[in-house]
């Protein structure tokens, strides 16, 4: 399942919330990590049976310490992570 040599690109604000929070970054990380693995985390099923039909363009959603989720999306040969606003 996992894409190698793609471009990770993470909005503002998640690039705000890693220099606020010390472990954000490792947050991301892991979710990174999952998500390339498969792990989509909390999403609805909808989003979870159009990511096994096409896993170039899934999404995976992961919540850090209960209060910030972060999305995560493919995107052609990228991977952006997001705050929801940022959609």
Aim: proline share 5%; hydrophobic share 30%.
């Amino acid at each position: 399942m996992g894409r190698t040599g793609e471009n990770i690109t993470c909005s503002e604000g998640v690039q705000e919330e890693m220099r606020i929070l010390p472990d954000f970054r490792d947050f991301v990380t892991k979710s990174v990590m999952r998500y390339m693995l498969g792990d989509w985390g909390e999403i609805d099923p909808g989003d979870a049976e159009h990511n096994r039909k096409n896993p170039q363009a899934a999404i995976g959603a992961y919540t850090y310490n209960g209060e910030i989720r972060i999305y995560i999306k493919g995107e052609y040969l990228a991977t952006r992570v997001f705050l929801p606003e940022e959609y």
